[in-house]
């Protein structure tokens, strides 16, 4: 196993892919181009931001404006990773390192997940439009934090889960080479969950466009808020029954997600290989065409050599500081004082905020009769049973075919961008399609919801699989080899356990993924006639619709309960497991 100076040293990026035939001078024009590019596209959002509010925004289905709207749409969901990044390193530390703190926050995130786009959507957009009521500011932020919920849970349980199996005697080794918690970090724990975290933020960009067409054209009662947009137009040709529209807007979609999937993704995906820990050298990794062009480029080796040589000044400085005799420090009190008091503070803002929102939230439930409370219990028990359903049959078959696939590059880097391309695209474009086939063949709809909430779940399962599986170390599959394990016996022995805890957190976050589909799936707009079944999402979405805040407040509240259940009965067992049994540290 390499020790942590050979990790730091892999993670620079030593190895070198030249690409024949291209200069590095017009490698650097390129990458400038890229840049100003995305300057100019920054600066376009920011005056899209700060344009007027609006009562109605016109949404034009003319094909030539679906470019803007694209690049929009693709602006809000970048910003709402960087969003989820940020909080997931921050969140999923915090986690991993206090058992006390772990004991509240993962629970959150069950929750959390769960709780579906129109539980956080309607108090959202009303705050922050009388926060900005006089530009798109709050609409866009309501827009961006509605990406980033959909977004943020699967990132967090996998670097959660990452930070929690990484390996005893790489921590060890970081404390006999004395790194700093920064060094730490950057050096254990994130390399450690690196290949994960990236198979993850694959999926959450799908989790994000998932509820694109709702979060781009809400209605809440008779207010619309709508921002111009991808899904704004898709959403806007399905109301009108526009079917070229509709078809223009899935090829906007697709060329969006290959375009992201091979300028960024693919890189990534083949960058985070560098970061796996093993004996046994890879002999066929994922390739990038962008990652071996950029490293082509002599500004950016020029700017690597720059960074190398700022860590090596850095870790200098930290040896000699080491090595220099202890000079005794004046006792100064006031620090802790100061940090005390200021934990204390925030402490008692939490406190006095979520006093204020139980209070509004008594008084919302307590308009709710015993009447509409028993059909919620039973609304919950019908949307239950989809979901396990759901579950079931992803497991079934993304766990054989994410082993199959990830155990081999070959098969990864040619299905990669196809897979990629299906779990990003927004499910609900297709639940008209899938439930007019599914009509067609005369399937009651109660059993094409759980159909259409599988299309939003099993790419959480897929993915988390397919990270599991490409982070056995291959020295484990020749140990294998030399022990005779072939065919089932190797896939009970080896396969199977070893992915078992990415398992886990896939499940998590598509059941998550699945209650979150509810709220789409048991109620669907088709051909102009709604098409219900009864369930918790489907209440939900009546509630929205008809501006029912006491019944949507105890929709979520019931969804929210029976997580914390799920979570407490079902999902921390599992975790532990998982953790004690099956992590490849143990």
């Not at 909080?87 to 995130?109: D, Q």
């Not at 080796?301 to 400085?317: V, Y």
């Not at 140990?479 to 896939?491: D, I, N, P």
Request: charged share 15%; with cysteine.
């Amino acid at each position: 196993m390499p020790t942590l100076p050979q990790l730091d040293a892999t993670a620079r990026g030593d190895g070198k892919e030249p690409l024949r035939g291209v200069r590095g001078a017009a490698v650097d024009v390129l990458l400038l181009a890229t840049l100003a590019a995305l300057v100019g596209g920054v600066v376009v959002l920011a005056q899209r931001w700060n344009a007027p509010m609006r009562a109605t925004t016109p949404i034009d289905l003319d094909p030539r404006a679906l470019p803007g709207y694209t690049l929009l749409s693709l602006s809000r969901g970048f910003a709402a990773y960087l969003l989820s990044l940020v909080f997931t390193l921050v969140y999923g530390t915090i986690a991993a390192h206090s058992r006390r703190a772990e004991k509240v926050m993962i629970p959150l995130l069950d929750i959390g997940q769960g709780i579906p786009v129109l539980g956080f959507l309607p108090g959202l957009v009303l705050g922050m439009v009388a926060l900005f009521p006089h530009s798109n500011i709050g609409l866009e932020l309501a827009c961006i934090l509605m990406i980033f919920t959909g977004q943020v849970w699967n990132m967090v349980f996998s670097f959660y889960g990452s930070l929690r199996s990484i390996p005893a005697d790489l921590k060890e080794v970081s404390r006999l080479h004395r790194f700093g918690w920064m060094k730490e970090f950057g050096t254990v724990e994130v390399s450690s969950a690196a290949i994960g975290l990236v198979w993850n933020s694959m999926m959450s960009m799908a989790g994000g466009w998932f509820f694109l067409t709702v979060n781009e054209a809400f209605t809440l009662g008779d207010r619309d808020f709508r921002l111009p947009g991808v899904g704004s137009y898709m959403a806007v040709a399905i109301e009108k029954g526009d079917q070229r529209a509709m078809l223009w807007a899935i090829v906007a979609m697709a060329v969006m997600i290959v375009a992201v999937d091979q300028l960024l993704w693919k890189p990534l995906v083949a960058w985070s290989e560098r970061f796996r820990v093993e004996d046994l050298a890879s002999t066929d990794k994922p390739k990038s065409w962008v990652l071996t062009l950029a490293r082509r480029s002599p500004l950016a080796r020029r700017l690597g050599r720059i960074r190398d040589r700022l860590a090596e000044a850095r870790a200098a400085r930290q040896t000699s500081a080491r090595e220099a005799p202890a000079v005794p420090a004046a006792p100064n009190s006031a620090g802790p004082r100061l940090r005390a008091g200021a934990l204390a503070l925030v402490g008692i803002a939490a406190v006095a905020a979520a006093g204020w929102g139980v209070v509004r939230l008594v008084h919302l439930l307590a308009a709710v009769s015993h009447e509409e409370w028993r059909r919620l219990a039973a609304a919950l028990g019908a949307t239950f049973l989809r979901t396990a359903g759901a579950l079931a049959l992803a497991a079934v078959w993304t766990v054989p075919a994410g082993i199959l696939i990830g155990r081999s590059a070959t098969w990864s880097r040619r299905l990669q961008p196809i897979v990629q391309l299906v779990a990003s695209f927004p499910a609900p474009m297709i639940f008209p399609l899938v439930t007019g086939v599914m009509l067609a063949m005369r399937v009651p709809f109660s059993i094409i919801a759980s159909v259409l909430m599988l299309l939003g779940a099993q790419w959480y399962v897929l993915f988390n699989v397919l990270a599991g599986a490409s982070a056995v170390p291959h020295d484990l599959e020749e140990a294998a080899e030399t022990y005779g394990l072939r065919g089932a016996e190797r896939w009970k022995r080896l396969f199977l356990p070893a992915v078992f805890p990415y398992l886990v957190t896939g499940l998590i976050t598509a059941a998550g993924g699945a209650w979150n589909a509810s709220i789409v799936a048991e109620t669907l707009a088709y051909k102009g006639k709604t098409l219900e079944t009864f369930g918790l999402g489907s209440t939900i979405t009546r509630a929205t619709a008809s501006a029912n805040f006491p019944l949507l407040a105890a929709g979520v509240l019931t969804m929210s309960i029976a997580l914390i259940l799920l979570n407490r009965a079902v999902w921390r067992p599992l975790y532990r497991l998982a953790e004690s049994k099956y992590a490849l540290n143990r």
